[in-house]
T-cell receptor, first 114, second 109 residues
Framework: ETGVTQTPRHLVMGMTNKKSLKCEQH?????MYWYKQSAKKPLELMFV???????ENNSVPSRFSPECPNSSHLFLHLHTLQPEDSALYLC?????????????FGPGTRLTVL | GQNIDQPTEMTATEGAIVQINCTYQ??????LFWYQQHAGEAPTFLSY??LDGLEEKGRFSSFLSRSKGYSYLLLKELQMKDSASYLC??????????WGAGTKLIIKP
Protein backbone atom coordinates (compact mmCIF):
# COMPACT_ATOMS: atom_id res chain seq x y z
CA GLU A 1 0.00 0.00 0.00
CA THR A 2 1.50 3.27 -1.13
CA GLY A 3 -1.30 5.54 0.08
CA VAL A 4 -2.55 6.09 -3.47
CA THR A 5 -5.64 4.22 -4.64
CA GLN A 6 -7.07 3.91 -8.12
CA THR A 7 -10.40 2.62 -9.40
CA PRO A 8 -11.28 0.68 -11.39
CA ARG A 9 -8.31 -1.68 -11.59
CA HIS A 10 -9.44 -3.01 -14.96
CA LEU A 11 -11.62 -1.38 -17.61
CA VAL A 12 -12.77 -2.57 -21.02
CA MET A 13 -14.57 -0.03 -23.16
CA GLY A 14 -15.70 0.50 -26.70
CA MET A 15 -14.57 3.43 -28.78
CA THR A 16 -17.89 5.23 -28.33
CA ASN A 17 -18.08 4.84 -24.55
CA LYS A 18 -17.45 7.47 -21.89
CA LYS A 19 -15.78 6.39 -18.66
CA SER A 20 -13.78 7.94 -15.85
CA LEU A 21 -10.74 6.81 -13.90
CA LYS A 22 -10.44 7.84 -10.27
CA CYS A 23 -7.38 8.40 -8.11
CA GLU A 24 -7.23 9.27 -4.42
CA GLN A 25 -4.17 9.92 -2.26
CA HIS A 26 -4.12 9.76 1.52
CA UNK A 27 -0.63 11.20 1.98
CA UNK A 28 -1.34 14.93 2.29
CA UNK A 29 0.53 15.60 -0.93
CA UNK A 30 0.05 18.71 -3.05
CA UNK A 31 0.95 17.40 -6.51
CA MET A 32 -0.78 14.67 -8.51
CA TYR A 33 0.06 13.10 -11.86
CA TRP A 34 -1.43 10.95 -14.60
CA TYR A 35 0.92 8.65 -16.53
CA LYS A 36 0.39 6.23 -19.41
CA GLN A 37 2.47 3.05 -19.36
CA SER A 38 2.63 0.96 -22.54
CA ALA A 39 4.57 -2.27 -22.85
CA LYS A 40 8.34 -1.78 -23.23
CA LYS A 41 7.98 2.00 -23.43
CA PRO A 42 8.94 4.71 -20.93
CA LEU A 43 6.29 6.12 -18.66
CA GLU A 44 4.56 8.98 -20.47
CA LEU A 45 3.59 11.93 -18.33
CA MET A 46 0.12 13.10 -19.31
CA PHE A 47 -0.99 15.70 -16.76
CA VAL A 48 0.36 17.34 -13.62
CA UNK A 49 -1.65 19.18 -10.97
CA UNK A 50 -0.12 21.21 -8.16
CA UNK A 51 -2.45 22.59 -5.48
CA UNK A 52 -5.39 21.69 -7.77
CA UNK A 53 -3.99 23.74 -10.66
CA UNK A 54 -2.92 22.05 -13.87
CA UNK A 55 0.73 22.79 -14.55
CA GLU A 56 1.49 20.37 -17.38
CA ASN A 57 -0.40 18.99 -20.34
CA ASN A 58 2.05 17.11 -22.48
CA SER A 59 0.25 17.30 -25.83
CA VAL A 60 -2.36 14.82 -24.73
CA PRO A 61 -5.32 14.32 -27.13
CA SER A 62 -8.54 16.00 -26.05
CA ARG A 63 -10.27 12.63 -25.72
CA PHE A 64 -8.48 12.52 -22.33
CA SER A 65 -9.83 15.15 -19.93
CA PRO A 66 -8.43 15.52 -16.40
CA GLU A 67 -10.21 16.92 -13.38
CA CYS A 68 -8.76 17.76 -9.97
CA PRO A 69 -11.49 18.90 -7.55
CA ASN A 70 -9.10 19.00 -4.58
CA SER A 71 -5.53 18.02 -3.67
CA SER A 72 -6.56 14.48 -2.72
CA HIS A 73 -8.59 13.49 -5.78
CA LEU A 74 -7.79 13.25 -9.46
CA PHE A 75 -9.96 12.02 -12.30
CA LEU A 76 -9.29 11.15 -15.92
CA HIS A 77 -12.38 11.33 -18.10
CA LEU A 78 -12.26 9.22 -21.24
CA HIS A 79 -14.37 9.52 -24.40
CA THR A 80 -14.15 8.25 -27.96
CA LEU A 81 -10.88 6.47 -27.29
CA GLN A 82 -8.85 4.57 -29.86
CA PRO A 83 -7.46 1.02 -29.59
CA GLU A 84 -3.92 2.47 -29.31
CA ASP A 85 -5.01 4.09 -26.03
CA SER A 86 -5.05 0.64 -24.44
CA ALA A 87 -2.40 0.77 -21.69
CA LEU A 88 -1.85 0.92 -17.94
CA TYR A 89 -2.82 4.33 -16.55
CA LEU A 90 -0.95 5.22 -13.40
CA CYS A 91 -1.71 7.96 -10.92
CA UNK A 92 1.01 9.33 -8.65
CA UNK A 93 1.39 12.01 -5.99
CA UNK A 94 4.28 13.89 -4.40
CA UNK A 95 4.82 16.60 -1.78
CA UNK A 96 5.70 19.14 -4.45
CA UNK A 97 7.29 19.59 -7.84
CA UNK A 98 10.83 20.56 -6.87
CA UNK A 99 13.90 18.49 -5.98
CA UNK A 100 13.43 15.20 -4.24
CA UNK A 101 9.80 14.97 -5.36
CA UNK A 102 9.60 11.27 -4.67
CA UNK A 103 6.43 10.12 -6.36
CA UNK A 104 4.11 7.55 -4.85
CA PHE A 105 2.18 5.52 -7.41
CA GLY A 106 -1.20 3.89 -7.34
CA PRO A 107 -1.67 0.34 -8.65
CA GLY A 108 -2.95 1.58 -12.00
CA THR A 109 -5.97 0.97 -14.19
CA ARG A 110 -5.48 -1.55 -16.99
CA LEU A 111 -7.50 -0.09 -19.87
CA THR A 112 -8.49 -2.04 -22.96
CA VAL A 113 -10.21 -0.21 -25.82
CA LEU A 114 -12.03 -2.45 -28.27
CA GLY B 1 15.90 15.70 -27.26
CA GLN B 2 15.84 14.05 -23.89
CA ASN B 3 16.86 10.44 -23.61
CA ILE B 4 17.26 7.81 -20.93
CA ASP B 5 18.92 4.51 -21.89
CA GLN B 6 18.93 1.30 -19.89
CA PRO B 7 19.14 -2.36 -20.93
CA THR B 8 15.85 -3.99 -21.81
CA GLU B 9 16.43 -7.20 -19.89
CA MET B 10 19.02 -8.81 -17.61
CA THR B 11 19.33 -12.24 -16.04
CA ALA B 12 21.15 -13.05 -12.82
CA THR B 13 21.43 -15.89 -10.33
CA GLU B 14 19.98 -15.98 -6.83
CA GLY B 15 22.61 -14.90 -4.29
CA ALA B 16 24.72 -13.08 -6.88
CA ILE B 17 25.27 -9.36 -7.59
CA VAL B 18 23.86 -7.46 -10.56
CA GLN B 19 24.48 -3.93 -11.83
CA ILE B 20 21.84 -2.15 -13.90
CA ASN B 21 23.18 0.81 -15.86
CA CYS B 22 21.40 3.98 -16.90
CA THR B 23 22.74 6.75 -19.13
CA TYR B 24 20.92 10.00 -19.69
CA GLN B 25 20.87 13.11 -21.83
CA UNK B 26 18.46 15.68 -20.48
CA UNK B 27 17.89 19.42 -20.48
CA UNK B 28 19.19 20.13 -17.02
CA UNK B 29 19.51 17.84 -14.05
CA UNK B 30 17.87 17.97 -10.65
CA UNK B 31 18.40 14.41 -9.54
CA LEU B 32 18.02 10.80 -10.63
CA PHE B 33 15.56 8.25 -9.28
CA TRP B 34 15.41 4.48 -9.35
CA TYR B 35 12.07 2.72 -8.98
CA GLN B 36 11.17 -0.97 -8.77
CA GLN B 37 8.04 -2.28 -10.46
CA HIS B 38 6.81 -5.84 -10.00
CA ALA B 39 4.59 -7.18 -12.78
CA GLY B 40 1.06 -5.84 -12.44
CA GLU B 41 1.98 -3.52 -9.58
CA ALA B 42 2.79 0.15 -9.02
CA PRO B 43 6.37 1.45 -9.27
CA THR B 44 7.90 1.93 -5.82
CA PHE B 45 10.73 4.29 -4.91
CA LEU B 46 14.19 2.81 -4.37
CA SER B 47 16.68 5.68 -4.40
CA TYR B 48 17.39 9.31 -5.25
CA UNK B 49 20.82 10.69 -6.19
CA UNK B 50 21.60 14.33 -6.84
CA LEU B 51 25.30 14.42 -5.92
CA ASP B 52 28.06 12.28 -7.42
CA GLY B 53 28.90 9.12 -5.59
CA LEU B 54 27.43 6.00 -4.10
CA GLU B 55 24.34 5.82 -1.90
CA GLU B 56 23.93 2.55 -0.04
CA LYS B 57 20.63 1.31 1.32
CA GLY B 58 20.75 -2.27 2.53
CA ARG B 59 21.22 -4.70 -0.34
CA PHE B 60 20.65 -1.92 -2.89
CA SER B 61 23.12 0.82 -3.83
CA SER B 62 22.87 3.59 -6.42
CA PHE B 63 25.74 5.44 -8.04
CA LEU B 64 25.75 8.73 -9.94
CA SER B 65 28.28 10.49 -12.15
CA ARG B 66 26.82 13.75 -13.39
CA SER B 67 29.81 14.55 -15.63
CA LYS B 68 29.30 11.25 -17.47
CA GLY B 69 25.50 11.32 -17.44
CA TYR B 70 25.57 7.88 -15.87
CA SER B 71 24.06 5.98 -12.99
CA TYR B 72 23.84 2.40 -11.89
CA LEU B 73 21.77 0.40 -9.46
CA LEU B 74 23.64 -2.38 -7.68
CA LEU B 75 21.70 -5.25 -6.17
CA LYS B 76 23.56 -7.62 -3.84
CA GLU B 77 22.63 -11.04 -2.44
CA LEU B 78 19.89 -11.37 -5.02
CA GLN B 79 16.62 -12.94 -3.96
CA MET B 80 13.85 -14.34 -6.13
CA LYS B 81 11.59 -11.47 -5.02
CA ASP B 82 14.01 -9.05 -6.73
CA SER B 83 12.63 -10.22 -10.09
CA ALA B 84 11.00 -7.03 -11.36
CA SER B 85 11.49 -4.11 -13.71
CA TYR B 86 13.82 -1.34 -12.58
CA LEU B 87 13.04 2.14 -13.86
CA CYS B 88 15.55 4.97 -14.10
CA UNK B 89 14.18 8.54 -14.18
CA UNK B 90 15.84 11.96 -14.31
CA UNK B 91 14.35 15.19 -12.94
CA UNK B 92 15.08 17.78 -15.62
CA UNK B 93 15.46 21.56 -15.41
CA UNK B 94 11.65 21.99 -15.43
CA UNK B 95 11.34 19.46 -12.59
CA UNK B 96 9.70 16.97 -14.92
CA UNK B 97 10.62 13.31 -14.50
CA UNK B 98 12.00 11.82 -17.73
CA TRP B 99 11.69 8.05 -17.60
CA GLY B 100 13.65 5.20 -19.12
CA ALA B 101 11.79 2.20 -20.54
CA GLY B 102 12.89 0.04 -17.63
CA THR B 103 15.12 -3.02 -17.23
CA LYS B 104 13.40 -6.33 -16.64
CA LEU B 105 15.50 -8.34 -14.19
CA ILE B 106 15.05 -12.10 -14.17
CA ILE B 107 16.46 -14.01 -11.21
CA LYS B 108 17.18 -17.72 -11.67
CA PRO B 109 17.67 -20.21 -8.82
Amino acid sequence: ETGVTQTPRHLVMGMTNKKSLKCEQHLGHNAMYWYKQSAKKPLELMFVYNFKEQTENNSVPSRFSPECPNSSHLFLHLHTLQPEDSALYLCASSHGLAEDNEQFFGPGTRLTVL
Amino acid sequence: GQNIDQPTEMTATEGAIVQINCTYQTSGFNGLFWYQQHAGEAPTFLSYNVLDGLEEKGRFSSFLSRSKGYSYLLLKELQMKDSASYLCAVLDSNYQLIWGAGTKLIIKP
